[in-house]
């Protein structure tokens, strides 16, 4: 099955310094690779996703970025800010009829700091 | 419209008890998922349905099993809890056609087996 590999575990910014979290799967049929970003005690919510015929994606202060040849992608955090302040989780899977089996990765606890 | 709503918010059970979650969902969603959440571990798949009366298994299916009678409702059981099974368990949906992939989060159930 999919493994999905997320570093690092936690990282600390300068409030307006950028962050990246880095993921990488196992499966190169996955063709779905989202970001939830989930505050504490909170549900996780979606906050940017990319497929697989698509390099790159950007939304506002978001992007993400997806190298299929190495199997790894990324999420891109600019002009941090401390409601930015949470954990993420990366995730991969291969939608089917059959439904869309998400494999996430461990998490990555953001900390913005004043 | 509440979106998915999970219930109960908490529960703590003895070893041996038995409980069921519930899941609704008033999107008309196709796709029902039910994740459990394990400090460091992520997310992960318990048992997946793809529409009114299917059910599958996920990544860690043992201990639960799972019901979809109504296209609306998922539920969850635990026939004899097991301290392994504290976590904090999530149910997800998603609809058909061109947002397939995205899954939308309940508030989640905590749960105690001591």
Not at chain 1, 32 to 54: M, T
Not at chain 1, 72 to 84: C, K, N
Not at chain 1, 88 to 103: E, I, R
Not at chain 2, 85 to 113: D, H, M, W
Request: glycine content about 10%.
């Amino acid at each position: 099955g999919e493994n999905v590999e997320q570093h690092p575990s936690t990282l600390s910014v300068q409030e307006g310094d950028s962050a990246v979290i880095k993921c990488t799967y196992s499966d190169s049929a996955s063709n779905y690779f989202p970001w939830y970003k989930q505050e504490l005690g909170k549900r996780p919510q979606l906050i940017i996703d990319i497929r697989s015929n698509v390099g790159e994606k950007k939304d506002q202060r978001i992007a993400v970025t997806l190298n299929k040849t190495a199997k790894h992608f990324s999420l891109h955090i600019t002009e941090t800010q401390p409601e930015d302040s949470a954990v993420y989780f990366c995730a991969a899977s291969l939608f089917t009829g059959g439904g869309n089996k998400l494999t996430f990765g461990t998490g990555t606890q953001l900390k913005v700091e004043l | 419209n509440a979106g998915v709503t999970q219930t109960p918010k908490f529960r703590v059970l003895k070893t041996g008890q038995s409980m069921t979650l519930l899941c609704a969902q008033d999107m008309n969603h196709e796709y029902m998922y039910w994740y459990r959440q394990d400090p460091g571990m992520g997310l992960r798949l318990i048992h997946y349905s793809v529409g009114e009366g299917t059910t599958a298994k996920g990544e860690v299916p043992d201990g639960y099993n799972v019901s979809r009678l109504k296209k609306q409702n998922f539920l969850l059981g635990l026939e004899s809890a097991a301290p392994s099974q504290t976590s904090v368990y999530f149910c997800a949906s998603s609809p058909p056609g061109r947002e397939k992939n995205i899954q939308y989060f309940g508030a989640g159930t905590r749960l105690s087996v001591l």
